[in-house]
């Protein structure tokens, strides 16, 4: 039996129950499997095809190059070939500012023609994913007319009639997605809907509406284009706030996901991350939940972020890798990306904050691979081990 019908099987099941059948057992059943999986019992391991990490508003840089191709090209030479990116044309200059001229965009497609942007698509990743934002999509959260959602549509297929046509004689993967949609849905503030507003079922209806319009877009390119390239493009929506409906608090994974078919779903999973089962857990939920199109992937959910800001939290980061990448490679988890590259937020503790570009350590909080002095993180040397297999023994 397929996972996705082996799944499918289980839909109707109480989730505690689905969980509890799916990993064979109980929780203790969970943590032996998660421990059976743990990478650094299977040394050797190349998992440069599966674990990756962002590129994206770095609060300082390495090189003179533009700082989206030094991000790319850091990413590659440390070995992995899964790397997410930025993809807003309002504002490119604010996610990749040094030593970087950006030229006026007003469509995805203009911003995927730029000369940067196609510096980095013509590095070898297998697997590209981009936070893609459309100008037209602002304002989905009001009650708008049908022509809002026609250009939207219109923006995505474009775009992946595009990326069809440029990558037709190359197997690449390319994933459109956007950002956390629990916040989005919540707002920015980090609003804990407890309770939630009067409105919050219209807000999900809305978000259920705009997201099939950017699926809309993508499947109508795919069945245009799709049967005459080599390349696969997928849209994804993420959520971040899974556990929170252990709670009865609504959710985008119970309120939305079941309503609107997509490609694939990305969880940001910082929620997730108290130890190797609850992330299971969260990943489960998203599972059941999740309603695929047909040209969905076999293994449709992937982990779209996780990070540890290690200069906060400096304890035990290699266990934490261990345990979380037991948990994607035993539920058959295609990608994980890690946030990220170069840390994006600044040391909250220091007053005023310290010029940009940072120069030491210190001043950042430590979402990174690489630090500012060029040396590779806790994160970064337990990872990137995983990204090139070792030499064979002579």
Not at 238 to 249: F, G, L, S
Not at 326 to 346: R, S, T
């Amino acid at each position: 039996m397929r996972r996705r019908t082996f799944l499918q099987s289980l839909a109707a099941l109480p989730i505690a129950d689905r969980l509890g059948a799916a990993a064979a057992g109980n929780g203790d059943e969970i943590v032996k499997r998660i421990d059976q999986h743990r990478p650094s019992r299977r040394p050797g391991q190349d998992l440069s095809h599966r674990l990756g990490a962002t590129h994206v508003a770095g609060k300082y840089h390495l090189t003179t190059t533009p700082f989206l191709v030094e991000g790319a090209q850091k990413l590659i030479e440390l070995g992995t070939r899964i790397g997410k990116f930025w993809f807003t044309p309002q504002a490119p200059a604010r996610d990749y500012p040094f030593h970087s001229k950006w030229p006026p965009c007003k469509t995805l497609l203009d911003l995927a023609t730029t000369d940067y942007f196609e510096q980095l698509f013509a590095l070898p990743f297998s697997v590209i994913i981009l936070e893609t934002q459309a100008k037209p999509e602002n304002g989905w959260k009001q009650d708008q007319r049908e022509s809002f959602y026609e250009a939207i549509a219109a923006e995505f297929y474009e775009l992946t009639a595009h990326f069809f046509r440029k990558f037709r004689d190359r197997e690449i993967t390319l994933i459109l997605q956007h950002w956390e949609g629990d916040w989005l849905l919540r707002g920015r503030g980090g609003e804990k809907w407890d309770p939630p507003p009067a409105n919050w079922q219209i807000l999900c209806t809305r978000m259920q509406r705009w997201l099939s319009a950017r699926q809309l877009g993508v499947t109508k390119a795919r069945r245009e284009f799709g049967n005459q390239s080599r390349c696969r493009v997928f849209h994804a929506a993420e959520v971040n706030r899974v556990a929170d409906a252990w709670k009865n608090i609504p959710t985008m994974t119970r309120e939305v996901l079941p309503h609107v078919p997509l490609d694939m779903v990305s969880y940001s999973a910082y929620d997730g991350l108290k130890n190797g089962p609850t992330l299971w857990r969260c990943l489960e939920e998203i599972r059941h939940h999740m309603k695929c199109t047909d040209a969905s992937p076999e293994h449709a959910v992937y982990l779209g972020e996780l990070g540890i800001p290690e200069n906060e939290q400096p304890n035990r980061i290699a266990q934490k890798w261990d345990e979380w990448l037991g948990v994607a490679i035993a539920l058959e988890i295609p990608y994980i990306v890690h946030w990220e590259l170069y840390c994006n937020e600044l040391n909250p503790r220091l007053q005023p904050p310290p010029p940009i570009p940072v120069k030491s350590p210190d001043q950042v909080r430590g979402f990174w691979l690489v630090r500012p002095d060029g040396t590779l993180s806790q994160s970064g040397k337990f990872l990137t081990s995983f990204w090139k297999h070792p030499p064979e023994p002579k």
